[in-house]
C-alpha cells in the first residue's frame, strides 16, 4: 500500500547546528503537510505546500517539495531549544476517497 | 477563538470494556477528524466526519465507530477493548473547504489519553 516514509527517525543536534528531516512517498502527492508536536502535546499544522518544486520559508524553517511530488523536505537553521519535537509530514491517499498518511515522524532533540 | 477540545483527557479502561470520547470543534469547523498515535504506529487515521456523515474511514477494525451531531460536535467509540487500543486518540477540526479533506489544515486537540488494562 501507499506509504510516507520520514527519516531520521531520531536526531540529535547542539544547539545552533541545522537540522533536516526528509519525507519520501511511494506514491505522487498531490500536497503535502507538515506538522509540530512537542513533548506532551498535540500536532500543531506548520504548513502545505502543493505546487511541484515549492520551496517555503518561515524564519529559520525552510520546506522544499520535490519536483516529482514524491519527497519534501524541511530544513531547520540554527536551531533552538525551542525548535524541540517531533516533526510530521502528512500527505493524501492517492484513491478516490480522501484520507490522510502521516509519516512517523522525526524526534529532534536539541543538545545545549 | 477557542481550540479544539477533548474530553476526557485520560481514562483507564480494562479489556472488553467499551469507551466513548468526546470532541468538539473550533466553531465554525465542520469537519472532525479521528486519529490513533502510538509509539510503535505513530499517527493513524480513524475517520472523518462532515455534516454529521462519514465521509471518510481509515483501517481500523468495526470496533471503532464514530459520529457527528449537528452542532458538528464528535463522538468515537471503541467497543470490546483490546490492550492494544491503547494510545493517545487525537480529534482535529477543519474548514473544509475547497480541495476535500486532505488539503485542509488540521487543528488537533489536545487527545484522550487511554489506558487499557
Known amino acids: 500500500g501507499q506509504q510516507v516514509m520520514q527519516i531520521p527517525q531520531y536526531q540529535h543536534v547542539q544547539e545552533g547546528e541545522d537540522f533536516t528531516t526528509y519525507c519520501n512517498s511511494s506514491t505522487t502527492l498531490s500536497n503535502i503537510q507538515w506538522y509540530k508536536q512537542r513533548p506532551g502535546g498535540h500536532p500543531v499544522f506548520l504548513i502545505q505546500l502543493v505546487k511541484s518544486g515549492e520551496v517555503k520559508k518561515q524564519k529559520r524553517l525552510t520546506f522544499q517539495f520535490g519536483e516529482a511530488k514524491k519527497n519534501s523536505s524541511l530544513h531547520i537553521t540554527a536551531t533552538q531549544t525551542t525548535d524541540v519535537g517531533t516533526y510530521f509530514c502528512a500527505g493524501p491517499v492517492v484513491n478516490r476517497d480522501d484520507k490522510i498518511i502521516f509519516g512517523k515522524g522525526t524526534r529532534l532533540h536539541i543538545l545545549p | 477563538k477557542a481550540g479544539v477540545t477533548q474530553t476526557p483527557r485520560y481514562l483507564i479502561k480494562t479489556r472488553g470494556q467499551q469507551v466513548t470520547l468526546s470532541c468538539s470543534p473550533i466553531?465554525?469547523?465542520?469537519?472532525v477528524s479521528w486519529y490513533q498515535q502510538t509509539p510503535g504506529q505513530g499517527l493513524q487515521f480513524l475517520f472523518e466526519y462532515f455534516s454529521e456523515t462519514q465521509r471518510n474511514k481509515g483501517n481500523f477494525p468495526g470496533r471503532f465507530s464514530g459520529r457527528q451531531f449537528s452542532n458538528s460536535r464528535s463522538e468515537m467509540n471503541v467497543s470490546t477493548l483490546e490492550l492494544g487500543d491503547s494510545a493517545l486518540y487525537l480529534c482535529?477540526?477543519?474548514?473544509?473547504?475547497?480541495?476535500?479533506?486532505?488539503?485542509?489544515?488540521?487543528?488537533f486537540g489536545p487527545g484522550t489519553r487511554l489506558t487499557v488494562l
Open positions: 482535529a477540526s477543519s474548514l473544509a473547504l475547497a480541495g476535500g479533506f486532505s488539503y485542509n489544515e488540521q487543528f
Open positions: 466553531s465554525g469547523h465542520r469537519s
